[in-house]
């Protein structure tokens, strides 16, 4: 039972980040939005008993990623007058038919459809020795490709983002 | 206890917030944030199917780790070409830089 109250109040504080991050005037705002929304995810994770998942959800992006995405801001402030510049396009009404209709269409979806195999009522819980093993047996050659994405990711960032000389 | 439905719901929500971002925002920073809020919701829901249906194989949450990866790779290299952007032509409005060469 108390479990169900921290589920929907976590559920809420969720949606409500989120659409902070998405309705917001101010870009620093949103980022403030986007790290309570990822965390709220985390979360999620560990209700749903996979605590690898929710330390890695903490670790990586509510950690790594938001203060690169941070960094990132603070270099491409535009202007020093402090007033919000128009963070929306001309766009705007349109998007909001399209995410209001993707909103009904997967809502109804999720509702709707009966999914095969057992379905428990409960979350049974994936534990971290059970994700290794799949992650370093059977999904070796993909984790290793993966690491090498990243590597190359990063490396092409690098020199991206690099001062040349003469500019 | 919380039935699978309702993470499906709250996953839908999320992505189409997500989607409304993307498609309504101008800043390439704030365009961003709503591809990653897509991509949360996604592995919630990969999450959420392994913790539910499938917790002998967990395809489900080794799919959610790639996302994860892949992710961060993503976000490195999008905010190297808005820095980029930034210094070539001091905006980060997606509007503006829609020539694709100058």
């Given at each position: 039972?108390?479990?169900?109250?921290?589920?929907?109040?976590?559920?809420?504080?969720?949606?409500?980040a989120?659409?902070g991050?998405?309705?917001?005037?101010?870009?620093?705002?949103?980022?403030?939005?986007?790290?309570?929304?990822?965390?709220?995810v985390g979360?999620?994770?560990?209700?749903?008993?996979?605590?690898?998942?929710a330390?890695?959800?903490?670790?990586?992006?509510?950690?790594?990623?938001?203060?690169?995405?941070l960094l990132?801001?603070?270099?491409?402030?535009?202007?020093?007058?402090?007033?919000p510049e128009?963070?929306?396009?001309?766009q705007?009404?349109?998007?909001?038919v399209?995410?209001a209709t993707?909103m009904g269409i997967?809502?109804?979806?999720?509702?709707?459809?009966s999914?095969?195999?057992?379905?428990?009522d409960?979350?049974?819980?994936?534990?971290?020795?059970?994700?290794?093993?799949?992650?370093?047996?059977?999904?070796?050659?993909?984790?290793?490709?993966?690491?090498?994405?990243?590597?190359?990711?990063?490396v092409?960032?690098?020199?991206?983002a690099?001062q040349?000389?003469g500019? | 206890?919380?039935?699978?439905?309702n993470?499906?719901v709250?996953?839908?929500?999320?992505?189409?917030?997500?989607?409304?971002?993307?498609l309504?925002?101008?800043?390439?920073?704030?365009i961003?944030f709503?591809v990653?809020?897509?991509l949360?919701?996604?592995?919630?829901?990969f999450?959420a199917?392994?913790?539910?249906l499938?917790?002998d194989?967990i395809t489900g949450?080794?799919?959610?780790v790639f996302v994860?990866?892949?992710?961060?790779?993503?976000?490195?290299?999008?905010?190297?070409?808005?820095?980029?952007?930034?210094r070539?032509?001091?905006?980060?409005?997606?509007d503006?830089?829609?020539?694709?060469?100058?």
């Open positions: 039972m108390a479990t169900e109250v921290l589920w929907w109040i976590f559920a809420v504080l969720i949606v409500a989120s659409a991050v998405v309705f917001s005037r101010s870009v620093i705002h949103s980022a403030i939005f986007f790290i309570g929304s990822l965390a709220g979360a999620m994770y560990a209700f749903l008993n996979v605590e690898f998942l330390l890695v959800q903490f670790l990586i992006y509510a950690g790594a990623v938001t203060v690169l995405i990132a801001l603070m270099l491409t402030r535009s202007g020093t007058t402090g007033l128009r963070t929306d396009g001309p705007k009404p349109f998007a909001i399209v995410g993707l997967l809502i109804a979806v999720a509702v709707h459809t999914w095969p195999g057992n379905l428990s409960k979350p049974r819980g994936i534990a971290i020795d059970a994700i290794s093993n799949r992650l370093f047996l059977d999904y070796g050659a993909p984790f290793i490709i993966a690491s090498a994405l990243l590597l190359v990711a990063l092409g960032a690098i020199i991206l690099r040349e000389e500019e | 206890m919380v039935p699978l439905s993470y499906l709250l996953s839908a929500i999320i992505f189409s917030l997500g989607a409304y971002g993307v309504a925002r101008r800043n390439a920073v704030l961003l709503g990653e809020l897509m949360n919701a996604v592995s919630l829901n999450v199917f392994a913790a539910y499938d917790p194989k949450a080794i799919f959610a994860i990866i892949v992710a961060a790779a993503e976000v490195a290299l999008a905010l190297a070409i808005i820095i980029r952007l930034f070539n032509r001091a905006t980060a409005n997606v503006e830089v829609a020539t694709l060469k100058w």
